[in-house]
């Protein structure tokens, strides 16, 4: 029953910052956890980062560590992706996802999540 709906995608040239959120549908969300997926034109879905709800704690692909962040705020029911020097490689559709209450923390397998967002696109110019 829960939705999930991206926001703040947008056209930045490389270096520049960008913040997407992730808000949660529903009178009551408690996640086991939640993550980022992205995918670029002509390339595979990929594995951006994920947040274990309950804890906070995080894991990233190598290709955005120190700097990407994910961030969660239980009470507000949303999460967020805090993107800084971005590069054109990270130009992609960044989608949210949320596994929902089987406690095992595959944070990285697509197909592990219950819950897709339909996306917001990120484009980084040059």
């Known amino acids: 029953q829960v939705q999930l709906v991206e926001s703040g995608g947008g056209l930045v040239q490389a270096g520049d910052s960008l913040r997407l959120s992730c808000a949660a549908s529903?009178?009551?969300?408690?996640?086991?956890?939640m993550g980022w997926f992205r995918q670029a034109p002509g390339k595979e879905r990929e594995f951006v980062a994920a947040?274990?709800?309950?804890?906070?704690?995080?894991y990233y692909t190598d290709s955005v560590k120190g700097r990407f962040t994910i961030s969660r705020d239980n009470a507000k029911n949303t999460m967020s992706l805090q993107m800084s020097t971005l590069k054109s490689e990270d130009t992609a559709v960044y989608s949210c996802?949320?596994?929902?209450?089987?406690?095992?923390?595959?944070?990285?397998?697509?197909?592990?999540?219950?819950?897709w967002g339909q996306g917001t696109q990120v484009t980084v110019s040059l």
């Open positions: 947040i274990h709800w309950s804890s906070g704690t995080t």
């Open positions: 996802a949320a596994r929902l209450s089987t406690p095992r923390w595959v944070p990285d397998i697509a197909g592990e999540y219950d819950v």
């Open positions: 529903g009178r009551t969300f408690s996640p086991y956890s």
